[in-house]
């Protein structure tokens, strides 16, 4: 299948693709160097072809996602890159897509800011009966990234995306809420969630925070784009990827995702679960994407017991710098930013939010999740008086970062 990546109406290259696996095979022609997907080196005038191909297949649904495997067996497809060609590769998160050579389509034609797309996919991923209808490819579901189960769609006329949580206790759609709230309370840039009921399952609701101007780049994107040599820390190496960009102040929003993890014990802020926004037209670089993704935290897989236990989180993953969150808070340059007065109160907000999860959060899981968040609290308060920075050491990086894996819990 010939096509030409483009990036809005920009073409960037001539490629020949799979029609079966949905790799790329060639690479015809570079178009536009500069519209490259950030971290696909281009060398001399010759692409790193597997990099590109990193990318592509990235863009697609990944095959831990929850209810995965069992859509793509009703759909008889082998894999969900497959689905990538038939949306044309269009997202809501980016401007990337696949136009098939000589075909006369414009951006402004199929993208999905201005247009609708089918609910099938999604539905179908959902685990929601489809029944034996044809189903409608175009949506930005064949695109979405990510283990949680999830579904685009449009509310009160605004691109929202609705994410689930894992069993047992379908925890992270209320913990996106309550991280929603905090940010709120400390004024920290964040996308914004509320809770939604479907069916008898909770789901995050949250608006698209990209435009048809911009696009959202992954850390892991922008680490790419340099050679981490091993005497620099993961924390320092994306600071030094984001200078290269040109954005030379991304202290202060580090500092305040740092914070906002350890204060919800957040085990899972990988590489792909914060990034930096640009404008996909002038390809100038807005800053640091608001804060997204925080709901696999609070003891969200633990029993109550186990929360208490490890209250600091010395025993729970870290990512995305350091292995434990007491190293990762070190990290953090300055806490002046943090009005603790403003969190008085908010254990309390905590409680009555978790409440709303009926079943799922019996009283004492509450208590457990809210007393060992106040700990906390405390700890960072004790911290931001004593605070001193302390020499970032690269021995204590996290090693491997990978999304978190449900799928031991996966039977929603
Ligand atoms: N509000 C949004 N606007 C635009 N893009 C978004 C938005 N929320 C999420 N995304 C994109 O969708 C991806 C998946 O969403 P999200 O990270 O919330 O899902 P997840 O299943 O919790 O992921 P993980 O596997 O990290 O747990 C994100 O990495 C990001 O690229
Ligand atoms: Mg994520």
């Given at each position: 299948m010939d096509c030409i990546l483009m990036h809005k109406n920009v073409p960037v290259a001539d490629l020949q693709l799979?029609?079966?696996?949905?790799?790329?095979?060639?690479?015809r022609e570079i178009l536009a160097v500069s519209h490259m997907p950030v971290g696909v080196p281009v060398k001399r005038g010759v692409l790193d072809r597997a990099a590109l191909n990193g990318?592509?297949?990235?863009?697609?649904?990944?095959?831990?996602?929850?209810?995965?495997?069992?859509?793509?067996?009703?759909?008889?497809?082998?894999?969900?890159?497959m689905l990538l060609t038939r949306c044309l590769g269009l997202s809501l998160s980016d401007q990337y897509w696949m136009k098939p050579k000589g075909q006369d389509i414009q951006w402004e034609d199929v993208n999905?800011?201005?247009?609708?797309?089918?609910?099938?996919?999604?539905?179908?991923?959902?685990?929601?009966?489809?029944?034996?209808?044809k189903m409608d490819f175009q949506t930005p579901d064949n695109t979405s990234d990510g283990f949680l189960p999830k579904q685009w769609k449009i509310l009160h006329g605004r691109?929202?995306?609705?994410?689930?949580?894992?069993?047992?206790?379908?925890?992270?759609?209320?913990?996106?809420?309550?991280?929603?709230?905090?940010?709120?309370?400390?004024?920290?840039?964040?996308?914004?969630?509320s809770l939604l009921w479907d069916s008898g399952k909770p789901y995050s609701v949250c608006e698209d925070f990209i435009s048809p101007e911009t696009e959202l780049v992954s850390a892991w994107r922008v680490m790419q784009i340099a050679r981490k040599d091993n005497s620099t820390s993961v924390y320092q190496h994306f600071i030094n990827c984001c200078r290269k960009l040109g954005l030379t102040k991304v202290t202060r929003s580090l500092d305040q995702m740092l914070a906002v993890d350890y204060l919800l014990l957040n085990e899972d802020r990988h590489l792909n679960n914060f990034g930096l926004v640009r404008n996909a037209?002038?390809?100038?670089?807005?800053?640091?994407?608001?804060?997204?993704?925080?709901?696999?935290?609070?003891?969200?897989?633990?029993?109550?017991?186990?929360?208490?236990?490890d209250g600091f989180g010395d025993r729970t993953e870290c990512k995305p710098f350091k292995r434990t969150h007491r190293e990762q808070i070190q990290l953090i340059s300055s806490l002046d930013w943090l009005?603790?007065?403003?969190?008085?109160?908010?254990?309390?907000?905590?409680?009555?939010?978790?409440?709303?999860?009926?079943?799922?959060?019996?009283?004492?899981r509450i208590q457990a999740i809210s007393t060992a968040f106040e700990e906390?609290?405390?700890?960072?308060?004790?911290?931001?008086?004593?605070?001193?920075?302390?020499?970032?050491n690269p021995a204590n990086d996290v090693e491997v970062d990978v999304a978190a894996d449900y799928t031991h819990n996966m039977n929603l």
């Open positions: 799979d029609q079966v696996t949905g790799y790329i095979l060639r690479v990318w592509w297949i990235d863009r697609s649904i990944p095959a831990s996602r929850s209810g995965v495997r069992k859509a793509m067996e009703i759909l008889g497809l082998e894999n969900p890159q999905f800011f201005d247009h609708p797309f089918s609910e099938d996919i999604g539905d179908l991923l959902l685990g929601k009966p489809v029944g034996g209808k691109r929202c995306l609705l994410k689930g949580g894992s069993a047992p206790f379908v925890q992270q759609p209320f913990n996106e809420v309550i991280a929603s709230r905090l940010m709120e309370r400390l004024g920290i840039p964040h996308v914004t969630y037209d002038t390809l100038e670089w807005v800053g640091m994407a608001p804060i997204y993704d925080s709901g696999t935290s609070l003891g969200y897989d633990k029993l109550s017991g186990q929360i208490v236990a009005r603790f007065d403003q969190l008085m109160g908010f254990s309390e907000e905590i409680r009555e939010i978790l409440s709303g999860a009926g079943e799922y959060a019996d009283p004492a906390r609290l405390k700890h960072l308060e004790e911290l931001a008086l004593t605070h001193r920075t302390v020499a970032d």
